[in-house]
């Protein structure tokens, strides 16, 4: 059977908090932790770009992982943000 009749438009998240008060020390935490792993993957980033005694198969791997991982925080953590700040609960499905 094939249901045709129903479509998903967003997803609903759980809030991590109900007050007020959490949610902007959620948004403060995620803010900060957000700024330090950019940082730090910046720094990496910079480090085995322009040290050139770094150009070695690890350091590449490296080099790659922080920017995977600088990828990804500049994806999800803004958008969690935005849900604590602004107190909402929705994801949009496209």
Do not use: E
């Amino acid at each position: 059977m094939f249901n045709s009749s129903s479509s998903i438009s967003h997803f609903l998240l759980l809030a991590l908090a109900d007050t007020r008060q959490l949610q902007l020390l959620h948004f403060c935490l995620f803010l900060g932790i957000s700024l330090a792993a950019l940082l730090g993957n910046g720094l990496i980033i910079s480090a085995a770009a322009c040290g050139h005694h770094l150009h070695t198969p690890m350091f590449f791997f490296l080099l790659n992982l922080a920017l995977t991982n600088l990828g990804s925080i500049c994806t999800t953590v803004p958008k969690a943000m935005h849900n604590s700040l602004w107190d909402t609960r929705y994801i949009s499905y496209s």
